[in-house]
């Protein structure tokens, strides 16, 4: 299990739109539509932001939107705001009840 | 509303074991789903530990499986995690969590984890 593939850093002005990628592996991010994202803010634990690929859990602004393409998972976040600077991170099911996060994106707010 | 509680020491020495108890309220374990242990050392990302179904089936990370072990204590609604032969490396905050088939929807805090002499 390697960890899914992230960019260091991503960062935008305010409302603009930024996109974090996530790659796997064709045993991970490409054989299931079970990948999640989490923001993380400093000293906080993470937040669940997106699910099951596309889904927002109820209370996430739908700014926050998720898609795939074969082993590439990806995240955008629209119109930006000063309290998305956050790190975020990706997981994804990797079949036998076993899961590999990405690893990490710190997202700065210009 | 589902909250998740670490607890547990602080400092463990190294080749000791740790061990850390996840204390949920406003859901009853017995009830369904997984649950799980995933680290972050510090100023790194996130690690998958293991998972734990009520019913007491174990799942683990594969670089972790000869160290760890993961319970479930139904009667008192927690989980615990053990990692034995504990190094520097395993400094680490650990949090808990709640994972809802395929994603993990309810975190603890999390605590801090430090192994030195």
């Known amino acids: 299990q390697s960890a899914l593939t992230q960019p260091p850093s991503a960062s935008g002005s305010p409302g603009q739109s930024v996109t974090i990628s996530c790659t796997g592996t064709?045993?991970?991010?490409?054989?299931?539509?079970?990948v999640s994202w989490y923001q993380q803010h400093p000293g906080k634990a993470p937040k669940l932001i997106i699910y099951?690929?596309?889904k927002r859990p109820s209370g996430v602004p739908d700014r926050f939107s998720g898609s795939k393409s074969g082993n590439t998972a990806s995240l955008t976040v629209s119109g930006l705001q000063a309290e998305d600077e956050a790190d975020y991170y990706c997981?994804?099911?990797?079949?036998?009840?076993?899961?590999?996060f990405g690893t990490g994106t710190k997202v700065t707010v210009l | 509303q589902v909250q998740l509680e670490e607890s547990g020491p602080g400092l463990v020495k190294p080749s000791e074991t740790l061990s850390l108890t996840c204390a949920v309220s406003?859901?009853?374990?017995?009830?369904?789903?997984?649950w799980g242990w995933i680290r972050q050392p510090p100023g790194k990302g996130l690690e998958w530990i293991g998972t734990?179904?009520?019913?007491?089936?174990?799942y683990y990370n594969p670089s972790l499986k000869s160290r760890v072990s993961i319970s479930v204590d139904t009667s008192r609604n927690q989980f615990s995690l053990r990692l034995n032969s504990v190094s520097a490396a395993d400094t680490a905050f650990y949090y808990c969590?709640?994972?809802?088939?395929?994603?993990?929807?309810?975190w603890g805090k999390g605590t801090t984890v430090t192994v030195s002499s």
């Open positions: 969590s709640r994972i809802r088939w395929n994603y993990m929807d309810v």
């Open positions: 406003g859901y009853s374990i017995s009830d369904g789903y997984y």
């Open positions: 734990i179904y009520h019913g007491g089936n174990t």
């Open positions: 064709s045993s991970d991010v490409g054989d299931y539509n079970y």
């Open positions: 099951e690929v596309t």
């Open positions: 997981c994804s099911y990797a079949g036998g009840n076993s899961y590999v």
